[in-house]
Nanobody
Framework: QVQLVESGGGLVQPGGSLRLSCAAS????????MGWYRQAPGKQRELVAA???????NYADSVKGRFTISRDNARNTVYLQMNSLKPEDTAVYYC??????????????WGQGTQVTVSS
């Protein structure tokens, strides 16, 4: 079993920055990808950014140039650096991990979510 623990959310003014962290623990054979999703009230959950096991990254158009996803393999941790935050970035941010088991089964895990509020 794998657990994802997120941290780093909070309240920030427009134009400010936050860094989210997501630490994975448990039995981890190999990562396929880790990513961040967000869900604003009344909206569907959407992909914000993802990073594959090989290090390739993917971003939503709305955050390109402002957000950066990175990872620390030694700590099984993925980060989301969010700069130039806008009110429309307000949402609950969820960490996601696609992890291979020892027999190469693929498992999908989610964190509990962390609130990001951008407001003056």
């Amino acid at each position: 079993q794998v657990q994802l623990v997120e941290s780093g959310g909070g309240l920030v003014q427009p134009g400010g920055s936050l860094r989210l962290s997501c630490a994975a623990s448990g039995t981890i054979f190999s990562f396929k990808a880790m990513g961040w999703y967000r869900q604003a009230p009344g909206k569907q959950r959407e992909l914000v950014a993802a990073i594959t096991g090989g290090g390739s990254t993917n971003y939503a158009d709305s955050v390109k140039g402002r957000f950066t996803i990175s990872r620390d393999n030694a700590r099984n941790t993925v980060y989301l650096q969010m700069n130039s935050l806008k009110p429309e970035d307000t949402a609950v941010y969820y960490c996601n991990a696609e992890i291979y088991g020892s027999s190469w089964q693929l498992y999908d895990y989610w964190g509990q979510g962390t609130q990001v509020t951008v407001s003056s």
